[in-house]
């Protein structure tokens, strides 16, 4: 585990969707985070403290969380430099990118000086299973999404939230390093060998045997063509009971490619449930979820009506609505004969 | 590379499937194979002189291939002690097994007193780009399947043969161990980070302005519930102007899996287009390649002959009945106005 409390770093960004990690943890875990730490070119912010690591550390933090992201994962020059100050003042630091810093000379021994620690949270574990696509027993859920980045952690986890508030138990799986970094375990997917995507997901969410529901983080998009293999082995592995379709209607183009436009809604939808019946012949849409932060409340609620009518399925921003709507929908269907049995709720003849 | 001839290992194998790297570096660089080594509980051969370590060193042979595979790719006792043995008799030790030679410590530590060299071919490269989805000039073909080990790599190569044999340049780009050690290049794409499968095989497959053929080799398949990641992630990348679908008739279930049937042609035809219609939406699908290795030849043409008229698209068993009807089938294609410019067949759009 990971110790807090935490200092955020945002350091140069200038891109919101870029610092979600960072953002994720203020939002979750809000009375871990002391402070954030951006530079006078970022003009960005979480509403915290601005302050740097000295001052971090004087106020108790005990850990430099690097909550920023960009394609490939790569630390810079400048990461490294704050990363060493940060290490300097006596914090360890932790980091989501695919570049390691323990495959960085100068950050081990410099944490090796200092007597702190580094943690990669993208280190895959080791002796993964290769999926093996056996029916198991147990009620999952899976977000899906138009495209990267649209809002299906937070919606994964408004979900668990609100099916706990009714005293129904419900795990948080996290699949991405904002999530792992909140819930304090889970399996960086993306930095799984490709061979291995299917079964590190059937090992993170193993048969169970309550009513209870394992809600898994969603990754990447089938409509993404940097990431839809991700998304196809996080589907197959899941075997979900019930997926939960995530989107940002404010997105103009998909993320980080400006040729490509966003599918089509409904052909999202079936597009995932067509691949996701290979091993979960049963799964249903149980509702969309909408990212409506860029829209005012009235817009933002006729939105959600909107798509509500035109695919038939509960649709809500469940971060600023609540996700009732989408779990009301869950819970009829769990109230059907099979929840009070241990046995498959689905057969892999397919 | 590496250095050749080889000496090919069975071991105590009694799989078929599970030898086919051993196979295939006997079928396709039969002048560079000066034996195969196999224990007497091994009930399968190459056709080779059956020889041990020490005669195929007397022999010339300078690299031992451990040319077999199992689920999860683990090196095990057995082959540990051979490997060890080889090296003793001077030879290099080559493994495309996911666990690596270089990770067990009593392989390297005898390498490096014999002065030999240890080969993971399963080491992706370092520094692989994310898939940008771009639309690049050139003709690229990617064989597709209903399972695993159907003959992909064995079509892609006889493909690229009869390509070559009428005049065309045509590249075979390798994405497996096999086809690695054939090709002396490639990509190990099932060992390749998941975030980066897409990326890999843009970088394996660039774009060209000629009007040969970059042929790439597929793995997994689209419904493949352990391995269908990989196989979304190659189509995605390799932006085909043509797909071939490889079929072995004679699979009773999918690879590993007897829960699961194989698909149906048709349906597993229209889901690889609709895939790689993504990033390559003029993407056509040129042919099924059966492998007909279990039926007398007259049984296997009449298959050939009514899977081609069930399905419309040209059908033959390359290996057996030579490429001819597909390649006439793309080169059909070819003649048409682009393949005189170096403009993109496709505008990725979608």
Chains 1, 2 share one sequence.
Not at 108 to 136: K, T, W
Not at 143 to 159: E, F, H, Q
Not at 198 to 222: H, T, V, Y
Not at 275 to 301: E, I, W, Y
Request: hydrophobic share 40%.
């Amino acid at each position: 585990m990971i110790p807090g409390p935490f200092l955020l770093y945002l350091g140069h960004s200038d891109d919101e969707i870029g610092i979600k990690t960072s953002r994720g943890l203020a939002a979750f875990r809000p009375d871990d985070c002391v402070g954030e730490w951006r530079h006078d070119d970022c003009p960005l912010t979480l509403g915290l403290d601005r302050i740097d690591a000295a001052e971090a550390r004087r106020r108790g933090a005990r850990t430099l969380v690097l909550g920023i992201a960009n394609a490939g994962g790569r630390l810079g020059a400048d990461l490294i430099d704050d990363a060493l100050l940060a290490i300097e003042a006596g914090m360890n630091v932790a980091s989501g990118l695919h570049q390691r810093l323990h495959d960085e000379p100068r950050l081990v021994a410099a944490a090796q000086a200092a007597g702190v620690q580094l943690f990669d949270v993208r280190e895959p574990p080791r002796d993964l299973p290769v999926g093996n696509g056996l029916a198991r027993a147990g009620n999952r859920l899976l977000t899906v999404g138009t495209d990267c980045s649209v809002g299906k952690m937070y919606t994964t986890l408004a979900l668990a939230g609100t099916l706990n508030a009714r005293g129904i138990r419900a795990d948080f799986r996290a699949t991405g390093q904002t999530g792992i970094l909140i819930a304090g375990s889970g399996v960086p997917l993306d930095a799984v060998v490709a061979d291995f995507i299917a079964g590190a997901i059937e090992q993170l969410s193993p048969a169970r045997d309550d009513d209870g529901w394992d809600m898994i983080e969603g990754q990447g998009s089938l409509f993404h063509p940097s990431f839809a293999g991700v998304s196809t082995g996080l589907l197959h592995g899941a075997q979900p009971r019930a997926l939960v379709m995530c989107h940002d209607p404010s997105r103009a183009h998909m993320r980080g490619l400006p040729h490509y436009r966003l599918p089509d809604l409904r052909e999202c939808v079936e597009a995932n449930l067509s691949v996701a019946r290979l091993t979960a012949p049963a799964v249903r849409m149980a509702g969309v979820s909408l990212n409506t932060a860029r829209l005012d409340t009235d817009a933002a609620r006729r939105l959600c009506a909107e798509t509500a009518d035109a695919l038939g399925l509960p649709c809500t921003d469940p971060y600023r609505f609540g996700a009732d709507p989408i779990i009301d929908e869950l819970l009829q269907w769990s109230a059907t004969p099979r929840s009070a049995t241990s046995t498959p709720i689905m057969t892999a003849s397919a």
